[in-house]
């Protein structure tokens, strides 16, 4: 069984930035790709940006030049710098996992956005 917990959101002004982070923890043989999905209300859950085993970085155009994923394989955390922050960035972000026996998900952080 493999968990992850999310840290890192909260509330912030536009402009400002945060850094999620998501630790992995159980029995884990090796990661794939590791990512990081938001789910706004009202919306459906999206991609934000994901990052291979290679390191390898994939972004949504939306946050593209704003937002860095990073991993760090040996402590099995994948990391999200997120700057420049707009209120349409608020949402619950998750932490999605790839492994060889199947994909895993985090509870959620919040990040809000406002003024």
């Known amino acids: 069984q493999v968990q992850l917990v999310e840290s890192g959101g909260g509330l912030v002004q536009p402009g400002g930035s945060l850094r999620l982070s998501c630790a992995a923890s159980?029995?884990?043989?090796?990661?794939?790709?590791m990512g990081w999905y938001r789910q706004a209300p009202g919306k459906e859950r999206e991609l934000v940006a994901a990052i291979t085993s290679g390191e390898s970085t994939n972004y949504a155009d939306s946050v593209k030049g704003r937002f860095t994923i990073s991993r760090d394989n040996a402590k099995k955390m994948v990391y999200l710098q997120m700057n420049s922050l707009k209120p349409e960035d608020t949402a619950v972000y998750y932490c999605?996992?790839?492994?060889?026996?199947?994909?895993?998900w985090g509870k959620g952080t919040l990040v809000t956005v406002s003024s």
């Open positions: 159980g029995i884990i043989i090796r990661i794939n790709a």
């Open positions: 999605n996992v790839d492994t060889p026996y199947g994909g895993y």
